[in-house]
Nanobody
């Protein structure tokens, strides 16, 4: 069993910053791909950023240059640093860990999920 606990979501003004955290526990040794998805009301859940154990990363076009995904293997934690936030970044953000690749993370909603954390960007 795998448990993912997210934190860091909040209400922030446009242009502000937030850092999301996702701490994993349980049977995670085989999981080699991690990522952050987001889902706005009435929209599909989309991949925002992904990282592999080897350190490869990928970003959705709208967040490139503003968001940074990173991981701390010793703490079994993945982070999403979000800068220059925009109202269109408002969504529930979900952490995902799985056995897979960045390519499969973009295509399939499989693996283990956190409970979600709300990010609201508004003045």
């Amino acid at each position: 069993q795998v448990q993912l606990v997210e934190s860091g979501g909040d209400l922030v003004q446009p242009g502000g910053s937030l850092r999301l955290s996702c701490a994993a526990s349980g049977n995670i040794l085989s999981l080699n791909a991690m990522g952050w998805y987001r889902q706005a009301p009435g929209k599909e859940r989309d991949l925002v950023a992904a990282i592999t154990r080897s350190g490869s990363t990928s970003y959705e076009d709208s967040v490139k240059g503003r968001f940074t995904i990173s991981r701390d293997n010793a703490k079994n934690t993945v982070y999403l640093q979000m800068n220059s936030l925009k109202p269109e970044d408002t969504a529930v953000y979900y952490c995902n860990w799985r056995v897979g690749t960045i390519a499969t993370m973009a295509k399939y909603l499989t693996g283990y999920w956190g409970q979600g954390t709300q990010v609201t960007v508004s003045s």
